[in-house]
């Protein structure tokens, strides 16, 4: 692994009350690729990514151990601004979720957050970041419609818009793809293809093709624990357990 | 292959019971009831209301005895009689008016008794600030000397457009100048009591403040002796402008002063378009006149007034109480047993009866946050309390008490309906709680909140009982709000239109004069709620289309 890594976990455990969902997680995700993971349903893959923003921390049970690094920053920390690391670390759900407001105030929102009030600096933000999720050419003359008018594939690349629009590190994406049709699923994809030049990617998917597809490493997740990681030509081509073998050609899950 | 079409037997009762069609029109029915009394209710209190307006031909009866009357027919009754072979009597109610001579407006005639009735196009209605309506025939008219015969109608036109002038001047001097001179002479007795009661000064210094205001106060004086004489030179022209020569059913010949003229026609020459533009100058009048002859005449006004800044108070206090502390149960506080006992508490809150309200509100926002506010702020001013007896602003918070649980219930089922992935997609961006709740959730659940409110409205309009503990009165002519500096005086009574359909249909010495008031006020106040409903709903039908939730 040549590239300079951008996250990284340690003994990585988490715990829903006294139930184990994550055990001892180990793993270095490289920067500016796209590192899929994937695993059956209940595995924790979800879990797994929303502790990179520490999203975990609103469910009240929730107890963690070890450490995930952000470049070389704890992100558990207790002296972290969660705020600034939701804002270097964005999530876009599995369901688009714009917000009831303009399409325009979608993608402002988090710099109007960060307390940015000059007017052109907005415009041009708000701008790039449409230009940047390939949805400028479709809304750029109605940028004041409710956001709620857009198709589902346009919304979820409004939200991936408005995750970038903030400017962070990396980008987490939740099963982006699952509640959208074939057409819109490929230009999330291409769009991830794209992401991939100036953000780190982490996906969490259920779709072995798109795994394939659209990253570099791919990590298998099974009942909570890291099965396997590598580039994911060689898991898919050459996985070493045999549990990831029967995973991906669909023995089980 | 058995047929798929019916057949005798599946069409039959059986099969219509199988399908529910006798529960289909049981619901029909139901609805149907709900509509009919809706509609009954609404229908009389319009209809009743509305048609005390219209003018009615004035009749004039023979008796058989060959006494005369004049008079407007009002109703129509079978009497009962305990002699079962003596057939049933009708009687007929007419109001014959000129109350100084028959004592009452309102007679009632044995069916029997009247000859005939004819309609004479030379009856004439007199209206007057005094005394009610006069019947009666006008024979001439005495006029700044001058003397018109009834040829001359012009004359009376002018004489009555006249009077009516000098009446409004009259009027806005009494309304706007002695009004202000009398609400500042009251400052300034209030401000030598609290002079008087300030022990920090000195004897020379308080001397010196008393001289001040002795200074201004002559000053006032001096201004108010101008405006009486003024006054006093109006009431005076008034008086002075003449007099109608008018003569009654048994021939009495009377004079009725001009000045005391509200207005004169003559209903039986009047056709349609005459009476519906008289119709609607009475039901204006109505709207925004003060009331004349305890309440049975002129308008309501400042009960309208009242009812509606009371309300707009109520949703002022309200609205922003019953988000906070919705907003504090669902969002700040752990979900446990006590959060859920404070939850039934309030919704049982809304179950108490208003007149507990009322208790409460004399008990704790009257005697006890106004007597100790009196203590504080105005001990100068005691015994007579300020903020420690009835008042417009303890009126209001007591139905913010009354309203809250509806406020809070609508609120809060807005909270729950907010998706998690809405807060999550804006924590995930950064916000912290605070942001989520201002920037996003707020504005999402403001039509349930806009719910709230028109709930609030609508049961905080129609209170009576709470009131009547707490600040409405029968006559308050003073506005709350009006033109004297610091032009909001909460710590004022007011009038209330639930309380006047009370206090005209109960209270009221004359009854058959109250009895159509009662409707119409009815109607206005049904009005008024729907008006103010109205306007909510347009709004909150906006938010609603702005913030359409993810569905």
Redesign the interface.
């Known amino acids: 692994m040549a590239a300079p890594i951008a996250l990284t976990t340690k003994n990585w455990c988490l715990k829903y009350g006294k139930t184990e969902a994550l055990k001892n997680l180990n793993i270095e995700i490289p920067e500016k690729k796209v590192t899929a993971f994937i695993g059956p349903s209940g595995c924790g893959k979800s879990t797994f990514l929303r502790c990179f923003?520490r999203?975990n921390d609103?469910i009240d049970n929730v107890s963690v151990e070890g450490k995930i690094m952000l470049y070389d920053e704890d992100i558990y920390d207790p002296r972290v601004d969660?705020?600034?690391?939701?804002?270097s670390v964005?999530?876009v759900?599995q369901?688009p979720?714009?917000?009831?407001k303009s399409i325009f105030e979608n993608v402002a929102?988090?710099l109007?957050?960060?307390g940015k009030k000059n007017k052109t600096e907005l415009q041009d933000t708000v701008e790039w970041a449409l230009k940047n999720a390939n949805l400028w050419n479709e809304v750029h003359n109605r940028l004041n419609d409710?956001s709620?008018s857009l198709s589902g594939g346009q919304q979820q690349r409004l939200?991936i818009a408005?995750?970038i629009a903030?400017k962070p590190q990396v980008m987490l994406l939740d099963e982006p793809t699952s509640a959208l049709d074939p057409l819109s699923t490929l230009k999330i994809e291409e769009l991830i293809l794209q992401l991939k030049q100036d953000y780190t990617v982490v996906i969490v998917t259920h779709n072995m093709q798109q795994a394939a597809r659209v990253s570099d490493y791919t990590a298998f997740l099974y009942l909570g624990e890291l099965i396997e990681f590598n580039e994911t030509t060689k898991i898919f081509s050459t996985p070493k357990e045999k549990q990831t073998e029967d995973y991906i050609t669909g023995r089980f899950g | 292959m058995p047929s798929l079409k019916q057949t005798e037997q599946t069409r039959s009762w059986s099969q219509w019971k199988k399908n529910g069609e006798h529960w289909v029109w049981v619901n029909a029915s139901a609805v149907a009831i709900c509509l009919i009394m809706v509609i009954g209710l609404i229908g009389l209190i319009v209809v009743r209301g509305l048609g005390h307006f219209w003018v009615n031909d004035v009749q004039q009866i023979q008796l058989q005895n060959g006494t005369l009357w004049l008079g407007e027919q009002i109703d129509t009754e079978k009497s009962i009689t305990n002699d079962a072979k003596q057939k049933s009597k009708t009687q007929i109610l007419y109001k014959v008016g000129n109350r100084e001579e028959y004592s009452l407006d309102f007679k009632w005639f044995d069916g029997e008794q009247i000859k005939n009735t004819t309609k004479p196009e030379w009856v004439a209605v007199i209206e007057r600030y005094e005394w009610g309506n006069a019947y009666g025939k006008i024979t001439n008219l005495h006029w700044q000397g001058k003397t018109y015969g009834i040829n001359e109608p012009q004359a009376l036109d002018n004489a009555l457009q006249a009077v009516q002038n000098i009446r409004e001047k009259i009027h806005t001097i009494e309304k706007n100048d002695i009004g202000r001179t009398n609400y500042q002479l009251n400052e300034i007795r209030l401000e030598r009591k609290k002079i008087k009661a300030d022990n920090s000064l000195n004897e020379i210094q308080k001397n010196k403040f008393y001289a001040q205001l002795y200074h201004k106060e002559k000053k006032i004086s001096a201004h108010y002796q101008e405006i009486k004489k003024e006054l006093d030179k109006h009431h005076k022209k008034l008086e002075e402008q003449g007099y109608v020569t008018f003569v009654l059913s048994d021939n009495k010949s009377k004079q009725i002063n001009l000045g005391h003229i509200v207005r004169v026609y003559f209903p039986n020459q009047m056709d349609v378009v005459d009476r519906t533009l008289f119709y609607f100058e009475k039901l204006w009048e109505f709207i925004i006149e003060d009331p004349r002859e305890a309440n049975t005449e002129g308008g309501i006004f400042p009960a309208i007034f009242g009812t509606v800044a009371l309300v707009m108070l109520m949703t002022l206090f309200v609205t922003p109480l019953g988000i906070i502390t919705a907003i504090y149960l669902r969002e700040y506080t752990r979900q446990g047993l006590i959060v859920r006992i404070i939850r039934i508490s309030v919704n049982n809150l809304a179950g108490v009866p208003s007149i507990v309200y009322g208790v409460f509100g004399l008990g704790f926002f009257v005697y006890f946050m106004g007597g100790s506010i009196d203590e504080l702020f105005y001990s100068f001013n005691l015994p007579s309390p300020t903020f420690g007896s009835p008042n417009m602003l303890w009126a209001s918070l007591t139905l913010t008490l009354l309203t809250l649980p509806v406020v809070i219930v609508s609120t809060e089922e807005g909270l729950n309906r907010i998706p998690r992935a809405i807060r999550e997609g804006s924590l995930a961006l950064g916000s912290t709680k605070f942001e989520v709740l201002w920037r996003i959730i707020i504005p999402m659940i403001s039509p349930s909140i806009m719910t709230g409110i028109i709930l609030a409205i609508a049961r905080a309009a129609g209170e009576v009982a709470p009131l009547m503990l707490v600040g409405v009165v029968k006559l308050a002519p003073d506005l709350v709000i009006d033109g004297n500096a610091p032009f909001i005086h909460l710590d004022r009574q007011f009038m209330h239109l639930g309380f006047h359909i009370f206090d005209v249909g109960f209270q009221s010495p004359n009854i058959e004069a109250a009895q159509p008031l009662v409707y119409a006020t009815a109607a206005l106040l049904i009005f008024i709620i729907l008006l103010l409903n109205i306007t909510t709903i347009i709004i909150r039908n906006n938010l609603r289309e702005k913030y359409k939730a993810l569905e």
């Open positions: 923003n999203m609103l969660i705020s600034i690391l939701r804002q964005g999530l759900f369901k979720n714009p917000f009831p929102y988090g109007r957050i960060q409710n709620l939200v408005r995750a903030v």
